[in-house]
């Protein structure tokens, strides 16, 4: 019996520590945009509310990424017109005319509702966007 006890012990740490090799710590370097596409950055800052709730994000039909709690993704875009979406239960969706050479941030945050938490997707400024990313880590 100890010996079962000592055997579930090492695989829950064995768990716990893949889990912590697969999902390594975010990197808070940003890349640049580039000449002829718009870069956005979508990103989540850890919270305890709606922590545990994560979300994918959408472009059309395609995701393109997932926000989870504390997480980041970017992707070059062409200029133009834009719509990133998310739905759990209600959808939210932000709109942006991407222009060349520049860099959107979207913030992804977790709203509590009666019965379920639901995605919000908004678009921030550069500075309070680098600020949140910078403490992802």
Known sequence: MRNIK???ILVLIGMINVTVFVN??????????KVDKALVVFYRIKSMK??????NVKQGE??????SNGSMFYRYVEPGQHTFWSQVISQDAV????????????????????VVAR?????VEQSQAK?????LN
């Open 62 to 67: 395609a995701a393109i990424g997932a926000l």
């Open 95 to 114: 709109t942006i005319n991407a222009e060349a050479g520049k860099t959107y941030y979207i913030e992804g945050v977790t709203l509590i509702g009666l």
């Open 50 to 55: 709606g922590g545990a709730i994560g979300f």
């Open 119 to 123: 995605p919000q997707l908004r678009l």
């Open 24 to 33: 390594p710590a975010i990197s808070a370097d940003i890349p640049e945009a």
């Open 131 to 135: 600020a949140a990313i910078a403490n």
């Open 6 to 8: 000592i055997v579930i």
